[in-house]
Every structure is written in structure tokens, then in C-alpha cells.
């Protein structure tokens, strides 16, 4: 039985008796997504949820009109991947990490990590559940990510701002717009 505290301490019965209520429970994992709906959800998401305008316009101001369809080609196989779409430490996030920093510095210089960890969030992290997006996001994932991309030499400053040497922005930008992604 189930006494309801806040309804005037009204009785409502479970079951006849206790065995019939032990065999009537119900084992958590039938309150759990089915992770290929989760993945499949995900999927039509990033397939086809609209950009937040940020983004739209970071992908407006790129020369190449290919890069909507590459970010949405690489969050695909993150989902494909992970079964969701979040951004961690693993290879495609790189890559994810690596085209908003190219969006971003392609609008304006960045300056420190500061502030490109400020601008972040609004391209792809926090923008609302009816945008393309990841929904949340890990600070020290994407710290990880450009520290280890200054560290090799693939992030570089020039002129008191960052951006990517000739040779990672040419293969990142390949692995982009040719829909194969290896190791950027």
C-alpha cells in the first residue's frame, strides 16, 4: 500500500499482498531508452535540427558553402560512434573542437584560449535543445584539445592570435570536405 502524505494521508493499494507486489515489480531497465531510439533520435537531430544563428553565421562568413554539410557529416559519425552527440577526448571531437575554432578565427582573432573557451559555448554547446547541438559541454575536454594542439605545433600564435599551421588547417579542412575524417 501507499500512504499519500500530502493527500490527507489517503491509503491506495499496491497489490492484494506482498508476494503479488515483489513478482509485480519491474526490473529498471524497462525505464531505459532503447539506445538504438537514442541513437536514431540523435541522428534525425544532427541531420536536420537548425543551426543555432551563431553558427549559421560563422558558416555564412566561411568561403567554402560546404562546411554546413561537413560539421553536420562529422557529428553523423560522432553519433554513429558514440550512440549520442557529445563532444569528449576522442578523435571526431577533436575534429569538431578543431572546425568551430577554424569558424571562430576566421570571424574574428582569437586571442588566448580565455577567449576562445568563451565563445565556445555558443556555437555548438548551449544552444538549446531545438538547435543542432551537444546540449552541454566539458571545459577540460576542449582545454585538453588546445593545449595539445599548441604543444605539437598544429596551433599556432601569430601576431598576438592563435590559429592552426598551414599544414593542419590544409588537412583538416581535406578531412571536412571530403567526408573522410582520419586524425586531425
Not at 552527440?85 to 582569437?110: C, E, G
Request: hydrophobic fraction near 40%.
Amino acid at each position: 500500500m501507499h500512504v499519500d502524505q500530502e493527500s490527507d494521508y489517503r491509503i491506495t493499494p499496491l497489490a492484494p499482498d506482498f508476494e503479488t507486489f515483489v513478482r509485480s515489480l519491474v526490473h529498471e531497465s524497462a525505464y531505459e531508452d532503447d539506445p538504438e531510439d537514442v541513437k536514431n533520435d540523435a541522428l534525425d537531430h544532427v541531420r536536420s535540427a537548425p543551426f543555432h544563428s551563431r553558427l549559421q553565421k560563422l558558416c555564412d562568413q566561411w568561403p567554402d558553402p560546404r562546411m554546413p554539410a561537413a560539421i553536420r557529416r562529422l557529428a553523423e559519425a560522432i553519433v554513429e560512434d558514440k550512440g549520442f552527440f557529445a563532444l569528449h577526448a576522442d578523435a571526431n571531437s577533436h575534429r569538431m573542437y578543431a572546425a568551430q575554432f577554424l569558424l571562430l578565427s576566421h570571424s574574428r582573432p582569437v586571442r588566448s584560449m580565455e577567449g576562445f573557451m568563451q565563445s565556445y559555448p555558443g556555437v555548438i554547446a548551449m544552444v538549446g535543445s531545438a538547435n543542432f547541438g551537444t546540449g552541454g559541454w566539458a571545459p577540460g575536454f576542449v582545454e585538453d584539445w588546445f593545449q595539445a594542439r599548441a604543444s605539437t605545433g598544429e596551433l599556432v600564435q601569430v601576431d598576438g592570435h592563435w590559429g592552426f599551421s598551414a599544414d593542419f588547417r590544409a588537412e583538416l579542412l581535406r578531412q571536412l570536405t571530403d567526408g573522410r575524417p582520419e586524425a586531425a
